[in-house]
């Protein structure tokens, strides 16, 4: 997740680095990242080798994006999407079990900041906590 505006040196590149890192040093396999609209953070952190970060502002794209195209990174606009509509996506990043792409990418991890998410309004199902191992 990136930052909650409260250090105006925050800012959605170097989240979606440090989260980059993690999924390619294996410390996590999926991650989260808001910034104002989503679409900056997810350019940032496509940047990186073995990211396939995606815009999701609907939850049929954040299970989509899962199934079928193997998405391991959910960004997510703080501007766009509410805070019931951004956990039901962080759900279905969650609970989405990799459809035709599974066998590139082992099944992983969720990286969630529980208390960004709770900064946020976002409530996240006791199902996406308990699949999350790490939190970042």
């Known amino acids: 997740l990136g930052g909650d ?10 989240f979606a680095q440090r989260l980059g ?3 390619q040093d294996g410390r996590a396999d999926r991650g989260i990242l808001v910034c104002g609209s989503g679409v900056g953070a997810s350019i940032a952190a ?4 073995g990211v396939r970060a995606a815009v999701c502002h609907d939850s049929y794209s954040a299970h989509q994006g899962v199934e079928h195209d193997n998405m391991n990174v959910l960004t997510i606009g703080a501007r766009v999407v509410g805070p019931a509509l951004a956990g039901e996506l962080v759900n279905r990043l969650a609970a989405g079990e990799k459809g035709r792409m599974e066998m590139l990418v082992p099944r ?13 309004g976002i409530e996240v199902s ?3 906590l308990k699949a ?3 939190t970042f």
């Open 126 to 128: 006791a199902e996406a």
């Open 46 to 49: 496509n940047k990186m080798r």
């Open 108 to 120: 992983g991890e969720l990286v969630i900041n529980k208390k960004m998410a709770s900064k946020l």
């Open 5 to 14: 505006g409260s250090d105006p040196k925050d800012d959605y590149p170097d």
């Open 132 to 134: 999350a191992k790490r």
């Open 21 to 23: 890192r993690a999924l």
